[in-house]
């Protein structure tokens, strides 16, 4: 089973979500946790989902974890172009959104202090 972070979340939560679903499923379930950030403006949302200039998509480094992002892929690549579509692992997407989200509000920050 394959189970999506599509949310900011803080670094590394995907470990605690299968650490929670690892202790509470049946051994013949297993769980594979990505993370998929999305990168959406205010007011271009639909436009931004429809054609992404990045999709980003992050899992465990093993066999299971692979397979599992090659699945997200394959959906995406319907209607964006492989080329944009980046596989890593989960705490480098989990932290590549965050990161985004920083230099977003510096930059929100750096202009209203200009034209203050």
Do not use: C, H
Not at 8 to 32: C, G, H, K, M, Y
Not at 49 to 65: A, F, H, K, Y
Not at 74 to 86: A, G, H, K, L, T
């Amino acid at each position: 089973k394959i189970v999506i972070e599509k949310s900011t979340v803080p670094a590394r939560t995907a470990e605690t979500l299968d650490r929670i679903l690892s202790a509470n499923s049946r051994d013949d379930i297993s769980f594979q946790i990505l993370s998929n950030p999305e990168f959406l403006a205010e007011g271009t949302a639909i436009r931004d989902l429809l054609n992404p200039d990045r999709v980003l998509i992050g899992g465990s480094p093993n066999e299971q974890g692979a397979k599992a992002i090659g699945r997200l892929a394959q959906v995406y690549e319907f209607w964006v172009p492989s080329d944009r579509i980046i596989k890593t692992n989960t705490w480098s997407s989990e932290l590549s959104k965050l990161a985004a989200n920083a230099f977003l509000a510096q930059r929100v920050s750096s202009i209203n202090a200009m034209s203050a």
